[in-house]
């Protein structure tokens, strides 16, 4: 794609980034104006008890660190999936194995593979209040499962974000907030990480969603500048 197809456009991404994001080169090197801000606030669920399961599995890197962050009791041989090679790499910062990693963003086939792993094994969810719980709802009935609320999510209502033409939106939750506002414009180019934030865009009658091809802050840059049109 040649550099002049992006050039001057405007990006929103929902969510904060860092000095070394790869969304940086967006704007260094296709001279795009960046707004990167997160639509929701989060706060931490406190717990004083952890079930113990053979299994401990994350969806997100904000489940990871709300339960860590509480020092939770857990069996020295219980072993850790998490939904992608994002997650696994926050899951190594607090110096545990992976023992699987999800692929792609298709949340149904992450399910049946971790289902096949699985076996007959009980497992733990640390997540949101308002997870959809997509891959707990796959597996066996043969599976013993637990959900641990470690945080939840509150929309913000005092959001203003300037027109973009492409919209990013990091979760589903960031899509109701922004929608909850504005109006869906079809001049603008949506992209949405993964089917669960594509299916909240339908709900709003947004239908033409580009999804990136892995849960990462790469995918997401991948399907930005892979826009053609």
């Not at 104006?33 to 639509?39: K, Y």
């Not at 926050?90 to 399910?111: P, S």
Request: positive net charge; aromatic residues 14%; charged residues 15%.
């Amino acid at each position: 794609m040649s550099t002049n197809i992006l050039q001057n456009k405007s990006v929103f991404i929902s969510r904060k980034i860092g000095n070394t994001s790869i969304f940086n080169k967006l704007v260094t090197e296709y001279d795009i104006s960046l707004n990167a801000t997160s639509l929701i606030n989060i706060v931490q669920i406190p717990f004083s008890y952890t079930p113990k399961t053979d299994w401990i599995f994350f969806t997100s890197k904000n489940a990871i660190n709300f339960f860590f962050a509480q020092y939770p009791e857990i069996s020295d041989f219980v072993k850790y999936g998490v939904i992608s090679d994002s997650s696994a790499g926050e899951l190594k910062l607090h110096k545990k194995e992976v023992h699987f990693i999800g692929k792609g963003t298709d949340l149904l086939k992450i399910a049946k593979s971790f289902r096949e792993t699985l076996g007959n094994a009980s497992v733990l969810f640390p997540q949101a209040m308002d997870s959809m719980q997509t891959i707990q709802k796959q597996l066996a009935f043969s599976n013993t499962t637990y959900n641990l609320y470690t945080y939840k999510t509150i929309i913000r209502t005092d959001i203003n974000v300037p027109y973009a033409d492409i919209l990013v939106f990091t979760s589903p939750s960031n899509v109701t907030a922004y929608y909850n506002q504005y109006k869906p414009d079809n001049r603008q180019i949506i992209v949405g990480m993964g089917n669960s934030t594509k299916y909240r865009l339908s709900e709003y009658g947004i239908k033409n969603v580009l999804v990136p091809a892995e849960f990462s802050e790469y995918g997401l840059y991948k399907c930005i500048i892979g826009i053609h049109q």
